[in-house]
C-alpha cells in the first residue's frame, strides 16, 4: 500500500515575544502565553501542497509542554484550531500534567508511541526547524530514530515527491545539499521553505468541526521519570537607554542622534 | 576519570571544546570533516582522535554511534551547529539520552551533571540538571582555547552513511567578512525596499568604518546579502560597539543576536517597533529620509578632520 498520509508536529510554545520577571528577578512562566511555534506554520503550509499531490489524510499531533493545563487550555486549543484550519483532518493532543514541564526524551516518545498506538502510517511527519521557546531543533529527529524513519532537518524546499522516495533541498550552514530520502521520512523545515497565509474565516470555521483527540498516557501505556529537572530560569535583563528621538525635522533628529553618539564615544570620524 | 567525547566541525572551535572537556574527564575526540582538512590541527591536543572523513550529518550519527558502543562515553561535547545538532539528536533518540544545545556552562555532579543555557531567544538563562549520559552542545566563546600539549594517534572510522542520499552539494556563496570582528554593524531589515537600495546602508558603513549585517529574511530568503552575513539566534551573534538598526522590527531571534552590543541605534518610521525598546537611541522616521541625510553629516564630518 502506498503510503498518502501527513503528520504534523505543532507545539505550543511560550511567547519570546512577552517576557516578565517576578519581584525576585526569576521568569514569570505562568504570565507568558502559549503560541503556535513560528515555523510550525510553515510546516502547515508545505503539508497542504504535499496533501494535494499525495492526496491522503493529515493528522496534528501537539503535545503539552509547559502546564498546568487548566491556564493553558485556550492556547494549545488556539494553536490546535490553526492546524485544522489550515490543513488537518484530525488531531491528537497529549495534555498530562504529570509531565509537565517535559523535555525532549519524553515528547519525542509520546509522539512515537502516539503514533504506532493508533495506527498511524504516515509517507512523511513534517516539523518545524527550532521551536521558539526552547528552540533546541531535536525533537524530529528523535522522532524519526524512535520510529526507524529517515530523516531530514532543515529542509528549505521539497523538489520532488513520487514512488516511495522524496527529494528535497537540505539547508546546512555552509552549502546547500539535494537529498534523496525514502519514505516514511521525518522532516524538518526551515522558515524559507513556503510563506505561510493565514486560515480563511471559512477554514476557522470548518475547523470547529473536525475531531480532536485527547490522549493520556494511561492510554498508551507510557509513564516517565524525568531525565531533566529545570532548576532556575532567570530574565537577562539588559535595560538600553531607549532615548527615542520622535522630532518631525529629519536634520534635527540626525543631529541629536549624532550628538548622543559622540558623547557615548563610538564614533570614528 | 570518565570518558568525554568531544565532537570537532571545524579545527578552530576544538580549542575551546578541548578545554570545557579537560575539566570534566579524559576527552576523546571525534573529528568529523572534508579529508581536506590537516589532521594536524586536531592531533596536537595530545587526546586521542577518531577521524571521519566526511561532513555529513548521517555519516557522523553513524560514528556517534558506534563509538559510544564501544566507548560507553558519560558526555558528549559538541558545538551548536546544524550538523551536530542534526546528527546527535538522531542518535539521542535511539537511547533516549537528554541532549541541551546553547549550552553556556557545565557542572559535573557524578550521576548528574547541571547547565545553563539561554531560553527563549536567550531572554531567559535556564539552569537544568540531566541524568547522564548526557549530551551538551555549547555556544562559542564561554571558555579561552586549551593549549596544544603534544601528538596523539589517529584512528580512521570507517561507516556507511545510511538510507538519505546526497545528489549535489552547492557551496553557499559567502563574503567572508567577520562580522563578529566587526567594531561598528549596520543591520539592515525589511524596512528595505530592494536589494539595490542597501547600497544606502553599504555606505554609511563604509564612512563609519563598518560592516552590514541584516535580519534573517534579507540574508536568507530574499539572499540580497551573503548567509554569513545573517545576524541572529540561528545566525552570527555579534558584540560591536555600535550597533544600528535600519528598517528592523527587533524580533527576539534578531535581538539575541546582538544583545552584547554596547550601543544600539534603530532608524524605523513604525513608533511602536518592538526595536526601540531594545535600542540605546532611535529615530522614528522613514528610512529613506533619514539615511540620505545622516550620510550626508557623516561625509561632511569626515572632509572636515
Ligand atoms: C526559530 C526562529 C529563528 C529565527 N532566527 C532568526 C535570526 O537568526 N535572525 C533574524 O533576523 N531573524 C530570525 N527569525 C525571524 C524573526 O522572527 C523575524 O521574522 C525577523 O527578524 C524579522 O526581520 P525584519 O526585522 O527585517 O522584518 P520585519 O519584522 O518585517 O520588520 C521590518 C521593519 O521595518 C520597518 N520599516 C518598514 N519600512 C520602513 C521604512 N521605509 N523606514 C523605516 N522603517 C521601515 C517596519 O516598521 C518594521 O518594523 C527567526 C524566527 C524563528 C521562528
Given at each position: 500500500m502506498e503510503l498518502r498520509d501527513i503528520i504534523v508536529l505543532v507545539k505550543a510554545s511560550l511567547n519570546p515575544e512577552i517576557v516578565r520577571q517576578n519581584p525576585n528577578g526569576s521568569y514569570d512562566i505562568e504570565y507568558t502565553p502559549l503560541k503556535i511555534s513560528d515555523i510550525d506554520r510553515n510546516a502547515l503550509e508545505e503539508a497542504v501542497k504535499l496533501k494535494s499531490i499525495l492526496g491522503g489524510k493529515v493528522y496534528a499531533i501537539s503535545v503539552l509542554t509547559w502546564g498546568p493545563l487548566k491556564t493553558r487550555d485556550k492556547d494549545l486549543r488556539l494553536a490546535i484550531q490553526e492546524a485544522l484550519a489550515k490543513v488537518a483532518d484530525e488531531a491528537y493532543v497529549v495534555a498530562d500534567d504529570?509531565?509537565?514541564?517535559?523535555?525532549q526524551v519524553i515528547v519525542s516518545n509520546i509522539i512515537a508511541t502516539l503514533i504506532k498506538a493508533k495506527g498511524l502510517r504516515p509517507a512523511l511527519v513534517l516539523a518545524g526547524e527550532a521551536s521558539i521557546d526552547e528552540s533546541t531543533s531535536q525533537v524530529p529527529a528523535r522522532v524519526a530514530s524512535k520510529l526507524g524513519y529517515s530523516y531530514v532537518g532543515y529542509v528549505r524546499k521539497i523538489i520532488d515527491i513520487k514512488n516511495g522516495k522524496i527529494i528535497v533541498e537540505r539547508d546546512l550552514e555552509e552549502y546547500t545539499e539535494i537529498l534523496e530520502s525514502p519514505l516514511p521520512a521525518v522532516l524538518s523545515v526551515t522558515q524559507e521553505i513556503n510563506e505561510p497565509r493565514p486560515p480563511t474565516l471559512i477554514q476557522i470555521r470548518m475547523a470547529s468541526k473536525k475531531p480532536v483527540h485527547y490522549v493520556s498516557l494511561k492510554d498508551l501505556g507510557l509513564e516517565f521519570k524525568m531525565k531533566r529537572t529545570i532548576m532556575d530560569m532567570r530574565v537577562l535583563t539588559i535595560t538600553r537607554?531607549?532615548?527615542v528621538i520622535e522630532e518631525a525635522n529629519v536634520e534635527k533628529a540626525v543631529d541629536r542622534l549624532l550628538e548622543y553618539l559622540e558623547k557615548e564615544g563610538v564614533l570614528r570620524i | 576519570m570518565q570518558n568525554i567525547i568531544v565532537v570537532s566541525q571545524k579545527p578552530s572551535d576544538l580549542g575551546e571544546l578541548i578545554a570545557i572537556a579537560r575539566r570534566l574527564g579524559e576527552p576523546l575526540i571525534l573529528a568529523f570533516q572534508e579529508s581536506a582538512v590537516s589532521i594536524n590541527e586536531i592531533t596536537g591536543y595530545g587526546h586521542k582522535v577518531y577521524r571521519l572523513n566526511s561532513d555529513r550529518p548521517e555519516a557522523l550519527y553513524y560514528a556517534i554511534k558506534s563509538l559510544y558502543d564501544s566507548l560507553k562515553p558519560k558526555l558528549i561535547i559538541g558545538p551548536t551547529t546544524k550538523n551536530v545538532k542534526d546528527a546527535l539528536s538522531l542518535f539521542a533518540g535511539l537511547y533516549d539520552i537528554p541532549l541541551a544545545t546553547d549550552v553556556s556552562s557545565i557542572e559535573d555532579r557524578g550521576d548528574e551533571v547541571i547547565y545553563k543555557r539561554g531560553f527563549l531567544s536567550e531572554r531567559v538563562i535556564m539552569t537544568a540538571s540531566v541524568r547522564k549520559p548526557a549530551i551538551l552542545l555549547v555556544k562559542p566563546k564561554i571558555v579561552s582555547p586549551a593549549e596544544k600539549i603534544g601528538k596523539s594517534d589517529v584512528i580512521d572510522l570507517e561507516v556507511t552513511a545510511g538510507d538519505v542520499k546526497l545528489l549535489e552539494r552547492k557551496p553557499k556563496v559567502l563574503s567572508g567578512i567577520k562580522l563578529e570582528d566587526a567594531d561598528i554593524v549596520v543591520g539592515v531589515g525589511r524596512g528595505f525596499k530592494s536589494r539595490e537600495d542597501l547600497k544606502l546602508a553599504l555606505e554609511l558603513a563604509n564612512l563609519l568604518g563598518g560592516q552590514v549585517g541584516g535580519t534573517r529574511p534579507i540574508a536568507a530568503?530574499?539572499?540580497?546579502?551573503?548567509?554569513?552575513a545573517w545576524i541572529g539566534i540561528s545566525g552570527k551573534r555579534i558584540a560591536p560597539k555600535l550597533y544600528i538598526a535600519i528598517g528592523i522590527s527587533g524580533a527576539p531571534q534578531h535581538m539575541s543576536g546582538v544583545s552584547d552590543s554596547k550601543i544600539i541605534v534603530a532608524i524605523n518610521k513604525d513608533k511602536s517597533a518592538p526595536i526601540f525598546k531594545l535600542s540605546d537611541y532611535g529615530i522614528v522616521n522613514d528610512l529613506y529620509k533619514v539615511l540620505p541625510i545622516l550620510i550626508s553629516r557623516l561625509k561632511a564630518r569626515a572632509s572636515q578632520k
Open positions: 504529570s509531565v509537565t514541564p517535559t523535555d537607554k531607549q532615548v | 530568503d530574499y539572499k540580497w546579502l551573503p548567509e554569513d
